[in-house]
């Protein structure tokens, strides 16, 4: 069974920036996509950014273009989030998701999920 292990969560300042890290026990480029979801209180989890496995192609949700970077080092089976200009809206809990296969639908497996406090 793949394990995800977020890190890098805690509280920063609006404007400021935070790097979210998100260890494997598998190799992360063999995954079919990687991904950062966010839920913040009283509000469903939504999609933040993704890396697939092969291409290194991404994604970003339009309320983080230009500010956050998805990006991975595959030596050391860790996927990162690369968050600057952080701004209270960005307040929620930080999940990373592995999308194993194309033979699955969606992402099925998940870490436990890092906090980012953003004060303003």
């Known amino acids: 069974q793949v394990q995800l292990v977020e890190s890098g969560g805690g509280l920063v300042q609006a404007g400021g920036s935070l790097r979210l890290s998100c260890a494997a026990s598998?190799?992360?480029?063999?995954?079919?996509?990687m991904a950062w979801f966010r839920q913040a209180p009283g509000k469903e989890r939504e999609l933040v950014s993704s890396?697939?496995?092969?291409?290194?192609?991404?994604y970003y949700v339009d309320s983080v273009k230009g500010r956050f970077t998805i990006s991975r080092d595959n030596a050391k089976n860790t996927v990162y989030l690369q968050m600057n200009d952080l701004k209270s809206e960005d307040t929620a809990v930080y999940y990373c998701?592995?999308?194993?296969?194309?033979?699955?639908?969606?992402?099925?497996?998940w870490g436990q999920g890092t906090q980012v406090t953003v004060s303003s």
């Open positions: 598998r190799r992360t480029f063999s995954m079919y996509r």
């Open positions: 998701a592995g999308w194993s296969t194309a033979f699955v639908s969606t992402y099925d497996i």
């Open positions: 890396i697939r496995g092969s291409s290194g192609n991404t």
